[in-house]
């Protein structure tokens, strides 16, 4: 008997509409909230955006325009004019508060679960890998995250430091199943909804990180990267049982 | 040491919650069981004739029990004649419609769901009695993070399949949830293997298994016949 897969109403669902504009918006914006580009760093020209993107002018000039709009970039004319990223986007509480709402306990702990597993072999990989430039790289993010004074600061410094912690360790895909991690969590993490984070103790496990990675101790790096992940996490699961359920202490009646 | 208030009054308000929710079951398995009877009429192995209404039923105990995803019947081999479904499955659709999920039943395929020896099948079929399987990655099946609740039934005293239906974790969470919060310390439910069904902090997390040993931790057996469940708590 040639039985369907109950996996048919899934492949052959129909497929969104993706509003190629939007799209751009939610890509540069991600790539800034990252760290991935910097604050006060140039675009690249329009027509060589709208070649890369694969979109016509019409659309990415709605896509800057709406990007202008929320004061995420600038355009200055003349010669060393250009789009410029001039502020960090700043994450909708709002749309934070929905995240806890909407996302479960079970599968914010299988968002760590995957991520320790990424991190366990990004960081043993790192050990291995690693030369003294990136170690110094290394200590320089994850004091950034301790410079860093608002919280929008600090989701993208402590992202970066991830993501670079996959590239010194030389795998493509590692790095981006890392953007991807950050990208889903960081900035629930950093958000002081209702608690704020500690950006001190934060660094002090990076910190802590590098020195493993430096003296190449990759069961300690590990023992350290499964540590850190396992308290982002149970932050994450506070802050969501905290927002969706309020302790109710019964008075015993 | 004796349990709380708090302590006793979330584990009276789970134990309510799932019988409630084993009742259902037993119900549907036994509606399933007189449909098929009256549908056999003389026929000893269930055809395709057979089958007919347990859609409507199905269907019925899905609109009534909005916790569950999905709900349906698995029956054994033996019960079955050649050819005919094995499987009369429906769930419930992310827009909120009810469909018929269908499985790959084909013995030696990649995606053979080999449903006879999932435990929520093969505990019912020998014990007799209601089985609740899970937490697990229903993989190849509903393909999500469930929970099982399966009661056996009988066409003519001879054991035919189970009746049963899955909850998504994420959907209990906040069904049962504020119950567990009413209890100060860290608490969880959870199954007859010692897993976590769903905790109140990040102490118990869904899935892990609770190592047996530690002196302040207590347990109290929930009233929930055969599902061997109990609630779990640290003073």
């Known amino acids: ?253 | 040491m004796n349990p709380t208030t708090e302590v006793v009054h979330a584990a009276n308000a789970l134990t309510s919650w799932i019988n409630g929710v084993s009742t259902e079951i037993e119900k549907l398995s036994r509606n399933v069981a007189t449909r098929l009877e009256k549908n056999l009429v003389d026929k000893s192995k269930v055809d395709k004739t057979a089958l007919v209404g347990l859609d409507a039923l199905t269907r019925e105990f899905l609109t009534r029990n909005t916790f569950a995803v999905g709900a349906g019947a698995f029956f054994a081999t033996d019960a079955v004649e050649e050819g005919s479904r094995t499987v009369e499955w429906w769930s419930r659709q992310e827009s909120g419609a009810i469909g018929r999920l269908d499985f790959d039943l084909t013995p030696g395929s990649q995606r053979y769901y080999d449903y006879e020896k999932l435990p929520f099948f093969s505990t019912a079929a020998t014990t007799g009695k209601q089985t609740l399987w899970g937490p697990y990655v229903d993989y190849l099946g509903f393909e999500e993070y469930v929970l099982t609740f399966a009661a056996p039934f009988s066409v003519r005293g001879t054991f035919a399949g189970v009746a049963g239906c899955d909850i998504r974790i994420k959907d209990l969470e906040p069904l049962i949830m504020p119950n567990l919060r009413g209890i100060a310390s860290d608490a969880a439910l959870v199954n007859a293997s010692n897993r976590v069904i769903l905790g109140n902090s990040g102490l118990y997390l869904v899935g892990e298994r609770i190592k047996p040993g530690s002196p302040d931790l207590h347990r109290m057996t929930l009233d929930v016949p055969h599902l061997g469940l109990s609630l779990i708590y640290t003073t």
Request: with cysteine; charged share 25%; glycine share 6%.
């Open chain 1, 1 to 253: 008997m040639a039985s369907p897969t109950s996996f048919e109403p899934q492949i052959y669902r129909p497929l969104p509409e993706i509003e190629r504009a939007d799209a751009i918006v939610d890509r540069i914006t991600t790539a800034i909230a990252l760290g991935l580009l910097k604050v006060g760093e140039r675009l690249p020209p329009e027509a060589a955006l709208s070649d890369m993107f694969g979109v016509g002018g019409a659309t990415l000039r709605e896509a800057l325009g709406e990007l202008r709009e929320r004061g995420v970039v600038e355009t200055r004319r003349g010669r060393s004019g250009g789009t410029f990223v001039v502020n960090q986007p700043r994450p909708q509480p709002t749309t934070i508060r929905d995240w806890f709402l909407s996302t479960s306990v079970s599968e914010i702990r299988d968002i760590g679960d995957e991520h320790s597993a990424i991190s366990a072999t990004t960081v043993r990989l790192a050990c291995e890998r690693a030369e003294a430039h990136d170690v110094d790289r290394l200590q320089e993010l994850a004091r950034a995250l301790v410079l860093a004074t608002t919280p929008e600061e600090r989701a993208p410094a402590d992202s970066r430091f991830h993501i670079e912690l996959a590239v010194s360790a030389q795998s493509p895909r590692l790095t981006d199943a890392e953007i991807r991690l950050q990208e889903e969590t960081v900035q629930q993490l950093w958000t002081p909804l209702p608690v704020p984070f500690d950006p001190e103790s934060a660094t002090a496990e990076h910190l802590e990180l590098v020195r493993a990675v430096a003296q190449d101790q990759p069961e300690k790096a590990q023992k350290l990267v499964l540590e850190h992940i396992r308290r982002n996490i149970f932050h994450l699961i506070d802050a969501k049982l905290t927002l969706g359920y309020a302790q109710s202490v019964h008075d015993g009646q």
